[in-house]
């Protein structure tokens, strides 16, 4: 089977990088009214995505008055987020309920998640609200184009990228808080321009954009402040900065598109939730650098009628996360603790997409990846404890083959990919999905995958907690769902969805053996029912519903429901003024020991633009004040108002 595995990425391989030497000359770009989803890998139309998607729009994160990502989120349907104090801590979040360690975070395209982390997941509170130009949810096993990591889903965060259709530059200045003393401003720069030569000949065209954040908060106290007499407020400090740009060559040979950020948190932390856990002096910083460049092109056609076209693509990304914890002794703790990991991620994905005609597209990639992670702890009654540093290494060599087939009623997925690791045996997975529009306006989806989640290098490795002889964790997944437009401009929609996904092989922490085991095994099944409608132009109304019956696992609701309501006061050439509204229901939660009460929390907000340069949001949050519990023992934000403007020269 290794030689076999061997053999079979060596040929794709070669098939990809020869396929770079094709000579071309014609520009690859889609230009259509149509969205396009890039969170598939492979760029498509929204129309012929067979996998269920949820899409965050520019529009609807230019609304908010609230500039925290991890709120924006919790309006796409079936995903949520649970907190462990203000929004700048670690947070885990859960997609039909499969938690974070299982969904991939991808920023423009290239892997966020942390490998010195237990589970591997990214850190959403390092993202800066204002670089975000739209956000992609993919539900649902991507493991057959993304590996591991993807058995959840995919998060797909789309930064901004300059102005695309004219030539010019714009400077934009946004700053705002809110009622816990959050400041934050940001100034962005983007523009486009051409890039001439000493004669001044033409050499292409260029797009970028450039912006930064600084923000700062009081915060609220991570463990519960009724539980903690006389708690103090876990504050944060946050910097921000990200760049874009993108290169067209002027024969349209080549596109080449660079994309960077970097981002320093500082919060403070409680050891823990629940009476007793708060902690004056406990703290956590975390830096974070990534770095994505890739070049794409476009072959001349080719075939018996012209009608085949060869789009090489090469892509190499990089990240490295750096965490600290810092807690030295005080009144309410003797002890100490001190906590350095380091975890960074290289990889390269050349790919080749074969187009033949309009109707089919095989793509043939490979991903080469080299992840690595270091820590060293110390923890003792005195702050002289030390701890030798612990480094530890991963590899991994993937094949994959993808094949879409669109026709005027019928879009058909299929893919097949091979993971080599050193540490397990590898993995073999596929995916079929396909959509069929059985009627005007009628659609249904069905998807079939098998999808698999890698050891982390944590639980590998731990000096105290690893198990090297892990193997890796195991999906099957079936969804069908049917989609319906109502109305001649489709004002009305409707999506039903049904979900079944079978965990095996999970790996937990084992109290009696103190290791990380291969022990428990969950099955997650249930309905995702989406509408909205739009009765008359300036209003839009907005329903979900998501019933999930899950087994072995913690803080997954029954029942979640989110509606949200959209209303165009006034519209004018130089004036728009609009409101919302959001609500969400979560059912009861089994916790730790005990059971999370249901809850329902609302907010209201409203937006104002002037000629285009200059616009106005407030919000108001957990607008009727509710006392609630996302995780046991920690605390929430009560009622906040947060004012945010921002001016465009």
Not at 501 to 514: E, G, P, R
Not at 552 to 560: I, V
Request: net charge neutral; glycine share 8%.
């Amino acid at each position: 089977m290794k030689v076999f595995a061997r053999c079979l990425c060596c040929v794709l391989l070669c098939y990809c990088y020869c396929s770079c030497y094709l000579h071309a000359n014609n520009l690859f770009a889609v230009e259509s009214e149509s969205i396009i989803i890039y969170g598939e890998r492979i760029p498509q139309q929204q129309e012929h995505v067979a996998s269920n998607y949820s899409i965050l729009s520019p529009e609807n994160l230019q609304s908010r008055g609230n500039t925290s990502i991890l709120s924006a989120l919790e309006s796409i349907p079936s995903l949520n987020i649970n907190r462990t104090g203000n929004d700048s801590t670690i947070s885990s979040y859960f997609l039909r309920g499969i938690d974070n360690g299982h969904i991939l975070v991808l920023y423009d395209g290239a892997e966020m998640g942390d490998p010195s982390s237990i589970k591997k997941e990214a850190f959403l509170n390092t993202l800066n609200f204002h670089e975000i130009d739209h956000i992609e949810v993919l539900k649902g096993n991507q493991s057959t184009l993304y590996g591991s990591d993807a058995i959840g889903g995919v998060i797909n965060i789309i930064p901004k990228k300059g102005i695309k259709n004219k030539q010019g530059h714009t400077l934009t200045f946004t700053g705002g808080g809110d009622s816990y003393n959050q400041q934050n401003a940001a100034l962005n720069l983007n523009g486009s321009g051409l890039v001439r030569g000493p004669l001044r000949e033409r050499r292409g065209r260029f797009v970028y954009n450039l912006g930064g954040q600084v923000q700062k908060s009081d915060g609220i106290s991570a463990a519960r402040a009724d539980q903690n007499p006389g708690a103090d407020r876990d504050g944060y400090r946050q910097k921000n900065l990200a760049t874009n740009v993108i290169y067209h060559h002027p024969d349209g040979i080549t596109i080449g598109d660079f994309s960077a950020k970097f981002s320093s948190n500082k919060s403070d932390l409680d050891r823990y939730g629940g009476p007793g856990g708060d902690d004056p002096n406990f703290t956590m910083k975390d830096d974070q650098y990534l770095a994505k460049v890739s070049v794409r092109t476009m072959s001349e056609s080719f075939g018996t009628n012209d009608d085949m076209i060869m789009a090489p693509t090469v892509t190499i990304s990089g990240q490295k996360n750096s965490r600290s914890y810092n807690n030295s002794p005080d009144e309410k703790d003797a002890s100490s603790y001190r906590g350095d990991f380091t975890g960074s991620i290289i990889k390269v994905s050349p790919a080749s997409t074969l187009y033949l005609g309009e109707t089919q597209q095989i793509t043939l990639g490979i991903d080469l990846k080299r992840e690595q992670s270091s820590s060293k702890e110390a923890e003792a009654a005195a702050a002289t404890a030390t701890a030798l540093p612990l480094k530890h290494l991963s590899e991994s060599f993937a094949s994959y083959l993808w094949h879409k087939l669109t026709l005027k009623r019928f879009d058909l997925n299929s893919g097949l990919r091979l993971d080599l690791y050193k540490s397990f045996d590898p993995i073999l997975t596929y995916k079929l999905a396909a959509r069929y529009l059985i009627a005007k306006q009628t659609y249904t989806k069905v998807a079939h995958s098998i999808g698999f989640k890698a050891p982390t290098l944590y639980q590998l490795y731990s000096p105290q907690y690893g198990n090297a002889s892990l193997q890796a964790e195991k999906s099957q997944e079936f969804e069908v769902g049917a989609t319906h437009d109502f109305g001649n401009n489709s004002e009305h929609h409707l999506e039903i969805t049904f979900f079944q996904n079978q965990l095996k092989n999970l790996i937990d922490y084992d109290y009696s053996t103190n290791k990380y085991l291969n022990k428990n095994q969950a099955r997650l099944r249930g309905v995702e029912t989406i509408t909205s409608t739009r009765p008359l132009y300036p209003l839009t109304l907005n329903l979900s519903w998501t019933y999930l019956q899950v087994e072995n696992l913690l803080r997954r609701p029954n029942h979640e429901i989110k509606a949200g309501l959209a209303y165009t006061i006034l519209e004018r050439p130089k004036h728009k003024l609009a409101t919302n509204l959001h609500s969400k229901y979560l059912s009861s939660r089994k916790d730790t020991g005990n059971t999370l009460a249901a809850y329902t929390l609302s907010s209201l907000g409203a937006s104002y633009t002037y000629n285009h340069n200059f616009s106005f949001n407030t919000e108001v949050d957990n607008l009727f004040d509710k006392n609630y519990e996302e995780v046991a023992g920690y605390g929430v934000a009560g009622r906040s108002i947060s004012l945010l403007g921002s001016y465009l020269w």
